[in-house]
């Protein structure tokens, strides 16, 4: 299986309630390119399924090899893939060389804590001692990294507030959950909905500008506004520039922006106006619905990745 989630971890559940014993591997050190970030991880059942991917193809078979082992064993491992490696056969890309974590002491209450923190859409970091079994939960990064040991964070999944009309909410709404975003349309119109409707997709309709109420929003948040008519605007804007969400953008042309920050202006909004994006994504000539969804996709990464906390830390050796 190849998904690829920050929180992978809470899939241990699943697999335990099937019987299977299960292993969390992480991906705790690299040398040169790495096909994935640091923290990244793997879960691994004892009869050779896995989710989760750390090179690429490249060597999952070996890794899901030592997982078993070490469930066999009961004993959690480091293992390094690359030069130095007992696996003289596996060459990663590049020459790099890489360091996992084996660990086959999670239990069910940390992964449902992991769970059940991102369920209410909260971070939750696990501290592992790389020479032992002991974890440790962290809702605020102490000072110091407890010796020979590393954290990893569990962030809420991102999710994306689409406001408006017309062919470019479907496109961006399809191409976010491709992306792993949760994500809700908001309209007026209900062709609209009808077009966004789908797996992944919350849809909401709209009766009246005045009586709109921005969803809850947080951190892992991003709203973007693709109205024609523009009196939608002002209302919804005035609450999301006060939020917290990472990204806000908006459609139309600089001429319309221009008109939108002056309105904003008027409306007694200073500072919060620098945060809109507008005109909404990247400037990439987009000409058509799917073309537009990219770019705003891609000034959401960029935004967010700017930003973002690291998820994995580890303590000096």
């Not at 890794?63 to 056969?89: K, Q």
């Not at 449902?112 to 001692?129: H, I, N, Q």
């Not at 569990?154 to 496109?171: C, E, F, H, S």
């Not at 709203?223 to 209302?235: D, K, M, P, Q, Y």
Request: charged share 20%; net charge negative; with cysteine.
């Amino acid at each position: 299986m190849m998904k690829c989630s920050e929180a992978i971890i809470g899939d241990l559940i699943e697999l335990r309630q099937e019987g299977q014993s299960a292993a969390l591997v992480t991906l705790i050190g690299n040398k040169g390119s790495s096909p994935r970030p640091l923290g990244s991880q793997m879960l691994v059942a004892e009869d050779g399924r896995y989710e989760g991917y750390l090179t690429g193809g490249c060597a999952e078979s070996v890794i899901v090899s030592e997982a078993i082992a070490a469930m066999t064993e009961r004993t959690n491992r480091v293992l390094r893939l690359g030069p130095g490696s007992p696996y003289m056969d596996i060459r990663l890309p590049c020459g790099a060389a890489i360091e996992l974590h084996i660990d086959v002491g999670i239990t069910d209450a940390m992964a449902s804590g992991v769970t059940e923190s991102l369920g209410a859409r909260l971070p939750l970091a696990l501290d592992t001692e790389l020479d032992g079994r002991r974890h440790h939960w962290a809702t605020s990064p102490p000072a110091v990294l407890p010796e020979n040991s590393f954290r990893r964070w569990y962030l809420p999944p991102r999710r994306l507030l689409i406001a408006g009309k017309g062919p470019n909410a479907p496109a961006l709404a399809n191409l976010a959950v491709a992306s792993d975003y949760e994500v809700m349309v908001m309209s007026p119109d209900p062709a609209t909905l009808d077009a966004c409707s789908g797996p992944g997709v919350e849809v909401c309709r709209l009766a009246h500008p005045e009586t709109f109420l921005c969803p809850a929003t947080d951190p892992w948040t991003a709203a973007v506004l693709l109205f024609h008519e523009h009196e939608w605007e002002s209302r919804i804007l005035a609450q999301l520039l006060t939020s917290e969400c990472f990204y806000l953008g908006a459609l139309g042309s600089q001429k319309t922006h221009s008109q939108r920050v002056e309105q904003l202006s008027e409306m007694g909004f200073d500072k919060e106006v620098a945060r809109l994006h507008g005109p909404v994504g990247l400037d990439i000539n987009a000409k058509t619905p799917a073309e537009i969804a990219i770019s705003i996709l891609a000034e959401m990464t960029q935004a967010y990745r700017s930003t973002a906390q690291p998820l994995f830390q580890r303590s000096p050796d």
